[in-house]
Structures are given as C-alpha cells and as structure tokens.
C-alpha cells in the first residue's frame, strides 16, 4: 500500500516559531482560566480537513490521561500534531513522526511538554525490577535521574529528574540529523521543552 505524504511547500504555514508559541500560551491560559473556547471543533472545520492538514505545532507529552494537549492548550482539529507516550519517550516511530510535521507539514514549532508526577519518571526514581516492556522506558529516563543525583538534585529528585528529562529530550532533537537539526539552524523550526501543573492547569515554558 503507498503512502502519501504531503509536500512542505504545498502544506507548510507562514506562521513563525514565536506566533505558533504564542498562540499555545494564550490557549493555555484560557483553559487554567476557565474560559477554553474550544476553538476549530464544528461541523465546518472538519469538512476543511478532508483535503489535508496544516498543523502549527507538534507536543509530544507523555500518554498520562490527566494531560490532553488538544485541551490544555485550548487548541481544535487540525491545529496540533500530537506524538504521546509514557515519559515522552523518543523511539524511531515518535521521531519520524515528528520529522514528517516539521517537514512535509512544515510545522514551525515542536513542545516536549513533561508534568508533575509523572508517573513513568517517578518509576525511573524508585528504580527496582519492572515487567514485560516497562524496562525500555526506564533505560531511557534513568539518564536524567543519573544526572539529577549528580547535580546534587536530590532534596527534589523527582521534580528535578522530570524536568531533566525534557531538557535531554530536547537537545537530542535539536541535533538530530539530518531533518530537524538543519530546520533549527536555519531558524525554521524551534523546539522547546515546557511543564504541565496539575493543580494550576497552566504550562510552564522551561529555560
């Protein structure tokens, strides 16, 4: 079975990194508010979309049921490519996920969205034997828990192993090559990492 893929000069928007960043803290602040809109969700936007999509971002969050990107950001159909699994987890299928929104949608801006008490991160804290296909996800985060021991992290090596975890996640995007780590040297594309709070409903844009 062939698979079409859309062309970027065909599918990309004009929209910069900063408009598209812009646009998800604003649909943010509506949702922790209270005043979500629920934009781009009638019957009209769906028929649009028969004929393709044009994202403006990619987030790739983790799997939890507490985080839907689509309605923490405040965002509707086809305004986000959403990639989810346990922890954010980068493996070859979310990474040519990704690569195919940044390059053949022209997606100007990817999200690598963590949040507290991350379940899969937390599992990387305790550390311990896991089943079946859970010891894929702890090889992936113990490095940052690694990491966040040897800072001397320790007094709040949860919080400061999930936001390591995005800040890893992020570099090894910004140098993978060769699609995404050309897109951010030419300034087309920004990758950022960025926490979800439980409590407040409002996302944190990390440093």
Known sequence: MAIIMASASEEESSITPE???????????????GNASHPNQS??????????????AVILGCSDSRIPPELIFDQGLG?????????EVVDNASLASIEYAVDHLGVPLVMVLGHDSCGAVTAAVKGGEVEGHLGSL?????????QAREMGQEGDLLNS?????????VEALENS???????VEREELMILGARYHLDSGLVEILE
């Open 19 to 33: 408009l598209a960043l812009q646009k998800l803290i604003d649909g943010n602040l509506r949702y922790a508010s």
């Open 43 to 56: 019957l009209e936007r769906r028929a649009e979309l028969v004929s393709g999509q044009h994202p403006f």
């Open 79 to 87: 305004d986000v490519f959403v990639i989810r699994t346990a922890g």
């Open 138 to 146: 702890m090889d992936f985060i113990s490095p940052s828990v690694n």
């Open 161 to 169: 192993s999930i936001d390591n975890n995005v800040h890893n996640i």
């Open 177 to 183: 090559q060769p699609i995404l780590s050309e897109k």
